[in-house]
């Protein structure tokens, strides 16, 4: 999956940096509308994408990989020739500083496709929805850590409680959940890079996968003379399933941008828990993964670290505030 994008820094995926309506006109009631009907829609779509993948097969997780990238890029290139964006693409490409930031994303973000991908289509979804719940957590702290900036004393105590989740949840699955791991920490970089380098997404997406499209391509070159392609030596329906990885990837990813810049920060604050719900229902219910009662344990820590973490950010946005 792309992972859906934290709202305070947004699978699908990316973190993009919402515009608050009171920093500009006043939004309408039927702006506000659209914005929460966008907001769900991209959530709701990320939160259903452990459905998507499975049908990719027999193709591996490396080959849907390669194909998320190259025709993300394709969707993308679509995209910025309509909005005539060239000059936008170029401005990055001149810009070393950006540039290099964007390339440090394009690995981010391959890892973070690639993880997801295998676990969902390994039936780990549960722990893929692990991830996404802890990933404000974790970008919370790489704000601290990296950026010096000042964590709250609630803040404090939902990271403190979320740590001991992970350590009951290490004691449940008899190993470090480190899908769910990978997930948030490569997410929360991922999301500190696009930060940094504060481009828009329609260049942002396109620079990034022409980063890692040479090897995506080459990879789908090689399986082609390997004779293990899956793509176009499938059903025709694998072959359309795999090329709407582009359209899958970009489609929400504008539903996203489409609600930050319409709705305060803190509604799609609570709208981005939507994608790790629905992933967490999918696994109990339509993977049948099996769910232990120390595994409903950690769980439930977890969910008790976001609630004091997401009252915490109510009371002190800056709605609450004024």
């Known amino acids: 999956m792309t992972a859906p994008p934290a709202a305070p820094t947004g699978p699908g995926p990316e973190p993009a940096r919402p515009t608050r309506p009171s920093a500009g006109p006043v939004p309408t009631a039927s702006s506000l509308r659209s914005g929460l009907l966008a907001g769900v829609t991209a959530y709701v779509l990320w939160g259903f994408f452990p459905l998507y993948f499975p049908l990719l097969e027999p193709a591996s997780a490396l080959e849907i990989l390669a194909h998320r990238i190259v025709w993300s890029l394709v969707v993308s290139v679509l995209l910025v020739m309509a909005t005539r964006g060239w000059a936008k693409v170029r401005a990055v490409l001149a810009n070393r500083r950006q540039l290099g930031l964007l390339v440090a994303a394009s690995v981010l973000i391959s890892v973070n496709w690639g993880t997801y991908i295998w676990a969902v289509n390994s039936n780990q979804v549960v722990e893929t929805a692990l991830g996404y719940f802890i990933n404000p957590l974790i970008s919370v702290l790489m704000g601290v850590v990296l950026l010096r900036e000042r964590m709250r004393p609630w803040q404090w105590a939902a990271f403190g409680v979320a740590t001991l989740a992970v350590v009951v949840l290490t004691a449940a699955y008899g190993r470090l959940p480190w899908i769910a791991l990978v997930l948030a920490f490569s997410f929360g ?31 789908l070159i090689y399986l082609q003379v390997q004779g293990t392609l899956v793509f176009g030596h499938s059903s025709l329906a694998n072959t359309l399933l795999l090329f709407g990885c582009g359209i899958i990837t970009v489609g929400p990813l504008l539903a996203f941008n489409a609600a930050a810049t319409r709705i305060p920060l803190s509604v799609l604050g609570l709208l981005q828990y939507l994608t790790p719900i629905l992933q967490f229902i999918l696994g109990i219910t339509v993977f049948a993964e099996h769910m232990p009662a120390e595994r409903w344990v950690g769980f439930g820590i977890v969910w008790v670290a976001l609630a004091i973490f997401t009252i915490d950010g109510i009371r002190n946005s800056p709605r609450s505030a004024g």
Not at 190 to 218: D, H, N, Q, R
């Open 189 to 219: 970089t991922y999301g500190l890079c696009k930060k940094l380098a504060g481009v828009e997404s329609v260049p942002s997406l396109a620079v990034e996968t022409a980063v890692t499209f040479p090897l995506a391509l080459g990879f």
